[in-house]
């Protein structure tokens, strides 16, 4: 399990259109010593992006969904580490996304310690590695 070095405070970007769900992943990754950052969906994200070590993206978002997000990422060279989040399973959609430059899939619900599993799995040291300011 993924151990938080304690002069180190890592920043988890949340973005999902559904409040509750938002809400509850940021209570978990708070009392677990991380930073979050909410966005209620990719446009939000994308006007005010933070310093995140790694992202959890929700699949299924109206409009512009999760692997949009993802794809313009990509292309535009941000290689942040992404967890992506869905609940409806497609076939071969695991593969796409796992696929994807530094994306895991992780279906939902999800469980807490699934969720930290992926973090955990997706952190990487130079990104996540910068003190706190």
Same mark, same amino acid.
């Given at each position: 399990?993924?151990?938080? !070095?304690? =002069? ?10 559904? $409040? ?10 708070? *009392? ?5 950052? !909410? ?11 933070? $310093? ?5 993206? $929700? ?26 989040? *869905? ?24 469980? =807490? ?8 799995? =997706? ?6 590695? =910068?003190?706190?300011?």
């Amino acid at each position: 399990m993924f151990v938080l !070095e304690p =002069s180190h405070i890592h920043r988890i970007g949340i973005v999902d259109d559904d $409040d509750a769900v938002r809400d509850a992943i940021h209570i978990l990754l708070e *009392t677990r010593g991380f930073l979050a950052s !909410e966005y209620r969906s990719a446009q939000d994200y994308l006007r005010a992006p933070q $310093d995140d070590c790694v992202l959890l993206i $929700d699949l299924s978002m109206a409009g512009f969904d999760g692997l949009d997000l993802v794809d313009l990422l990509r292309k535009g060279g941000i290689r942040t580490p992404i967890v992506v989040m *869905t609940d409806v399973a497609r076939p071969g959609q695991a593969q796409r996304i796992s696929a994807m430059e530094r994306c895991l899939p992780l279906q939902k619900p999800v469980d =807490s310690g699934s969720l930290l599993a992926a973090i955990a799995a =997706s952190m990487d040291a130079a990104a996540c590695a =910068s003190p706190a300011t």
